[in-house]
């Protein structure tokens, strides 16, 4: 029996543990699959965030995106560490659920994409939705989601 290959892994990080943790279980899931495995890294920027800010100015985003971009640079430069050549990452802007269950994977063929768990709690869900929720009901290709660590132990959400 022929085990799947994926070649093109999306992997969204926001700064949480849980995406760190989905995208050091990508790298390895990258290398298993070989040398022509590509590896995206996507950040979005959740604009909705700011339109309620009666003071919002672009500087805001553009700090919010400079942070993004540090911690895209520290984990491109772990995968390269790791062995991975073909890594990159993108950050967009926008409604993250629509961004990385759909616009993005369709844009770079993406046949997996890996998401850390939600640290929200049940009422937290309900009123505002997880993203992993809404990205593994809706993605366009396969959706893998990190609930373990790297020794695959449950990892333990922070209490709410």
């Keep these: 029996m022929k085990t799947q290959q994926y070649h093109h892994i999306l992997v969204p990080v926001d700064g949480s543990k849980e995406a760190e943790l989905a995208f050091k279980k990508a790298v390895a899931v990258a290398k298993r699959n070989g040398a022509d495995t590509e590896l995206q890294l996507l950040h979005v920027v959740d604009t909705r965030a700011f339109q309620n800010i009666s003071s919002f100015d672009s500087s805001m ?23 991975l050549n073909k890594v990159s990452y993108t950050i ?9 269950a ?31 929720e809404f990205v593994t009901r809706t993605a366009i290709c396969d959706v893998m989601v990190v609930r373990t660590d790297l020794n695959n132990k449950p990892i333990a959400l922070p209490k709410k």
Excluded: C, F, W
């Design 102 to 132: 759909r616009d993005v994977p369709a844009k770079m063929h993406a046949d997996l994409i890996m998401i850390g768990a939600t640290g929200l709690n049940a009422v937290e869900r309900i009123l505002i939705g997880s993203v992993t």
């Design 61 to 83: 985003v553009e700090q919010v995106t400079k942070t993004a971009k540090k911690t895209l640079d520290e984990y491109i430069d772990y995968a390269k560490e790791q062995g």
């Design 92 to 100: 967009e802007y926008g409604s993250p659920k629509t961004i990385i």
